[in-house]
């Protein structure tokens, strides 16, 4: 993962700044943790096959790795349950249909959402039965000096609107832009992280359900909500601890808080780092106003988590020379 941040920094200072927006400052709200429970996974999964693991998804029978570091093959199918490989496809390059930057966002209906900001173009994929196809193509919008904004994550809201997420050399920020015109529509500045700062330490991860944006960061125990209706970004509140760790010299010390956000039935589940590392198993389960509902013990610590289409938590675990996936059955 910190990987993977170095190499966006880079990216960060080749684009350039975006525009400050003003920033808006949040509330602060308590939250009241419930006691865990503990939760056995039911079954599990092995591939004989590792990833850089940039992105992940599971739609009905099948399941998808999107794997950095790979020139070509970068998206792996699969089918689920089960561990049978179906193919392999992508390449990084500059030819026609090739990506030169490669980024995964997340898009709606268990779709997959990847983009390339020196390329300028998202593409959506679907998953099939015998392949991955291309339903939507769009392209990224350019800053003021004319130079592709530093998009950090992008996130569907409908057919036609996305939150961009960004993080330029000075400032983080939200824009709610409409891809298919290529001009944003709504934004918002970050009050989180501190001016001038590096954007590492105030690192996070977004989720959407409906109209309710929830944030959790990577490197800070903290989750804040967001209003994003009628393309507005509007922030409500903010849970957990004040404190960041942007005042550390190595970003090797940094503490993971954060690993994975997903939404189901209209929950956010967040799973929370087992001290400092980049596995956990502690799932806080949130519900649409902020509040508590449950905290779920797993017996495995996993470094990520997706739901599939039975209900099923699923998480992945990487190992040395496969990788894993256990699956629980959780009750809010």
Same mark, same amino acid.
């Given at each position: 993962?910190?990987?993977? @941040?170095?190499? @966006? #920094?880079?990216?960060?200072?080749?684009?350039?700044?975006?525009?400050?927006?003003?920033? *808006?400052?949040?509330?602060?709200?308590?939250?009241?943790?419930?006691? /865990? *429970?503990? &939760?056995?996974?039911?079954?599990?999964?092995?591939?004989?096959? *590792?990833?850089?693991?940039?992105?992940?998804?599971?739609?009905?029978?099948?399941?998808?790795?999107?794997?950095?570091?790979?020139?070509?093959?970068? @998206?792996?199918?699969?089918?689920?349950?089960?561990?049978?490989?179906?193919?392999?496809?992508?390449? $990084?390059?500059?030819?026609?249909?090739?990506?030169?930057?490669?980024? /995964?966002?997340? /898009?709606?209906?268990?779709?997959?959402?990847?983009?390339?900001?020196?390329?300028?173009?998202?593409? $959506?994929?679907?998953?099939?039965?015998?392949?991955?196809?291309?339903?939507?193509?769009?392209? #990224?919008?350019?800053?003021?000096?004319?130079?592709?904004?530093?998009?950090?994550?992008?996130?569907?809201?409908?057919?036609?609107? !996305?939150?961009?997420?960004?993080?330029?050399?000075?400032?983080?920020?939200? +824009?709610?832009?409409? #891809?298919?015109?290529?001009?944003? $529509?709504?934004?918002?500045?970050?009050?989180?992280?501190?001016?001038?700062?590096?954007?590492?330490?105030?690192?996070?991860?977004?989720?959407?359900?409906?109209?309710?944006?929830?944030?959790?960061?990577? !490197?800070?125990?903290?989750? +804040?909500?967001?209003?994003?209706?009628?393309?507005?970004?509007?922030?409500?509140?903010?849970?957990?601890?004040?404190?960041?760790?942007?005042?550390?010299?190595?970003?090797?010390?940094?503490?993971?808080?954060?690993?994975?956000?997903?939404?189901?039935?209209? !929950?956010?589940?967040?799973?929370?780092? *087992?001290?400092?590392?980049?596995?956990?198993?502690?799932?806080?389960?949130?519900?649409? +106003?902020?509040?508590?509902?449950?905290?779920?013990?797993?017996?495995?610590? &996993?470094?990520?988590?997706?739901?599939?289409?039975?209900?099923?938590?699923?998480?992945?675990?990487?190992? $040395?020379?496969?990788?894993?996936?256990?699956?629980?059955?959780?009750?809010?």
């Amino acid at each position: 993962m910190k990987a993977l @941040l170095y190499t @966006l #920094l880079l990216i960060v200072g080749m684009t350039g700044c975006t525009s400050q927006e003003k920033t *808006t400052d949040i509330k602060w709200k308590e939250r009241n943790l419930p006691e /865990a *429970t503990l &939760v056995y996974a039911y079954d599990s999964l092995k591939i004989d096959q *590792t990833f850089h693991l940039i992105s992940w998804n599971i739609k009905d029978n099948r399941i998808c790795f999107v794997t950095s570091g790979m020139t070509d093959r970068f @998206l792996s199918l699969y089918e689920y349950p089960g561990n049978k490989k179906l193919f392999e496809c992508g390449k $990084i390059g500059q030819g026609p249909g090739e990506f030169i930057t490669l980024n /995964a966002g997340e /898009a709606t209906d268990g779709n997959i959402l990847l983009y390339d900001i020196m390329g300028r173009k998202a593409l $959506i994929y679907a998953l099939k039965s015998d392949s991955l196809q291309i339903i939507n193509r769009l392209p #990224l919008y350019n800053d003021e000096e004319g130079l592709c904004k530093p998009f950090t994550f992008i996130t569907q809201i409908d057919r036609d609107n !996305y939150l961009m997420k960004i993080d330029d050399a000075t400032a983080s920020s939200w +824009e709610i832009a409409n #891809l298919r015109e290529e001009k944003a $529509i709504g934004s918002l500045t970050n009050s989180f992280r501190k001016p001038n700062t590096s954007y590492t330490p105030f690192d996070f991860i977004q989720c959407i359900h409906d109209t309710t944006l929830v944030v959790a960061y990577d !490197y800070a125990d903290r989750i +804040e909500y967001y209003s994003i209706k009628d393309n507005h970004i509007r922030p409500l509140f903010a849970m957990g601890s004040r404190k960041d760790q942007s005042e550390l010299k190595d970003y090797d010390d940094l503490m993971a808080y954060y690993l994975s956000v997903v939404s189901q039935s209209g !929950y956010f589940y967040c799973l929370k780092s *087992t001290s400092g590392t980049e596995r956990g198993n502690l799932i806080e389960v949130y519900d649409s +106003e902020g509040k508590a509902v449950a905290c779920h013990m797993l017996d495995k610590e &996993v470094s990520s988590v997706r739901f599939d289409s039975e209900g099923n938590l699923v998480g992945y675990v990487p190992d $040395i020379n496969q990788t894993l996936l256990y699956q629980f059955r959780l009750d809010n």
